[in-house]
């Protein structure tokens, strides 16, 4: 039986998922670190990801050493990792990445990235080999899923991406972590979706002390 095709994001409480983009080859540069839009995005960018920063799993799995807080929001990061057979992503952000992750990249999966330019596979230790798809989005989710087998497939992001599945009607389920953030400007999750094409249920909800966790199915109208 297939999987789940399912996305999970931190936004913040004003509806962004990114801060204003920044270019990919200047956002994790040594030479860029003082550039006050660099600055401002990795200021922005940290302050929405801070509730994951202390987890037991996220230490880990990046390898920042061992240890790390347990409970409600470790458990949650833990099982949306488990779940996950192969992920999906936009070049943007496999070129975000790719200065910036471990040499054990952080996904331990096949991952296909969505591209205009073809590429031989990139393989890391660990588990995780990048596939660059060219002919479509639809091409890569059913590689993906053709990998994955009976688990689930991540749409990793970024915005753009993501948008792309929702308005296609190709995303089965969803989670939001809502970080107590405002942003003012930067990326909307749901920019470019037809809102008359998607139908939604909340299907779950879970507070820690940092952040509410929502979960929502998806469907087309």
């Known amino acids: 039986m297939a999987g789940k095709v399912f996305f999970s994001v931190t936004m913040s409480l004003d509806g ?26 990795v200021t922005k960018w940290s302050e929405l990801q801070a509730w994951a920063f202390p987890l037991r799993w996220f230490r880990e799995n990046l390898k920042f050493g061992e240890g790390g807080e347990e409970g409600l929001d470790n458990d949650i990061a833990r ?16 070129d975000l990445g790719e200065p910036s992750w471990p040499e054990e990249a952080p996904f331990h999966t096949p991952v296909f990235v969505v591209t205009h330019t073809g590429r031989d596979p990139w393989e890391r230790p660990g588990g995780t080999t990048f596939h660059f798809v060219d002919d479509g989005i639809e091409s890569a ?22 948008q792309e599945y929702l308005d296609s009607g190709l995303i089965d389920e969803f989670s939001i972590t809502l970080a107590p953030v405002l942003f003012g400007t930067g990326i909307r999750l749901f920019d470019r979706v037809d809102p008359a094409r998607l139908a939604l249920e909340q299907t779950r909800t879970d507070a820690s002390s940092r952040v509410t966790h929502l979960t929502y199915t998806a469907a087309k109208r």
């Open 79 to 94: 099982a949306t990792f488990d779940r996950t057979g192969a992920s999906v992503m936009g070049k943007r952000m496999f």
């Open 16 to 41: 962004f998922m990114a801060p204003e983009a920044v270019p990919a080859e200047d956002a994790f540069s040594p030479e860029k670190q003082d550039d006050p839009d660099v600055r401002r995005w």
């Open 141 to 162: 989710l059913d590689q993906a899923r053709e990998t994955a087998g009976d688990r689930d497939v991540r749409i990793a992001g970024g915005a753009e991406t993501i």
